[in-house]
């Protein structure tokens, strides 16, 4: 899909006033809130208009098209960086085992790992490239049957074991609420992550740079600004 520049920035305005408006209510700082702009409907031109309004984080749910997107982007801008700023590329969508090589290589930080195979297999292929890999653990919190994420109440052990292999960051935790019109629906949600959240930092099973709470889409990003999101994945809002 294609859409012009003009509501692209005037849809950025919006989302950033929304942002601020819901970072004011709980007296947090807006720079405590990294908004991801979710471009997997739309092409190319609308990343390269995203970056030049000073979006540099970019999310992307396949592999595929994250590696190829990131590749024509690095292209145009000579580099990795937009005026010294670095663009950084998140995986949100299921992982699969054996794309993660290609994972590695596309995405700074891969916000959907939901087991220990897949965390095992990130390990190994880290190890073989000398590298680390950020990641956040993706958690189903909704009540919603969701095909994805780790259950509620296996999270901190899976969380513990992560945190074990030398050559993965845990960064945080992930949850996508179930989709409903209204966005109180999601709070529950949000609410149980961070509870997960402080619960996994009190017993100081993650530590460092273990700091992030990934929730919060078009529908409801306010709300999970609310509850502590420090990384809210938008995309349709930014782009209707
Ligand atoms: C598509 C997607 C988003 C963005 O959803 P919008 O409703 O378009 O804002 C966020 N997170 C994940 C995991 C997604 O797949």
Redesign the pocket.
């Known amino acids: 899909m294609s859409i012009s520049v003009k509501r692209i920035e005037a849809n950025l305005s919006a989302v950033r006033s929304r942002i601020a408006s819901a970072c004011a209510s709980r007296r947090r700082n807006v720079e405590d809130v990294t908004l991801v702009a979710?471009t997997?409907?739309v092409d190319v031109d609308a990343i390269k208009t995203l970056i030049e309004l000073g979006v540099c984080d970019i999310?992307e749910?396949r592999v595929a098209q994250m590696l190829e997107r990131r590749r024509e982007i690095e292209t145009w801008l000579g580099g990795s960086e937009f005026k010294g700023q670095p663009v950084r590329w998140h995986l949100?969508?299921h992982l699969q085992r054996n794309k993660v090589k290609i994972a590695i290589e596309a995405a700074d930080v891969i916000?959907?790992v939901d087991s220990l195979r897949l965390a095992d297999e990130i390990n190994g292929v880290c190890e073989k490239l000398r590298r680390v890999a950020r990641v956040l653990m993706q958690v189903n919190c909704s009540n919603e049957v969701q095909k994805f994420g780790v259950a509620v109440g296996a999270t901190v052990h899976l969380g513990e074991l992560i945190t074990t292999f030398p050559n993965i960051e845990l960064m945080g935790l992930?949850t996508?609420a179930a989709f409903s019109d209204n966005p109180e629906d999601a709070r529950p949600t949000f609410v149980r992550l961070r509870e997960l959240f402080e619960e996994m930092r009190s017993e100081k099973i993650a530590t460092g740079s273990f700091g992030h709470l990934s929730m919060g889409?078009?529908?409801d990003?306010p709300v999970a600004i609310e509850e502590g999101a420090t990384m809210i994945?938008?995309?349709?809002?930014?782009?209707e």
């Open positions: 979710v997997k409907t999310g749910s949100i969508g916000h959907s992930m996508m889409m078009s529908q990003y994945r938008v995309g349709s809002a930014l782009f």
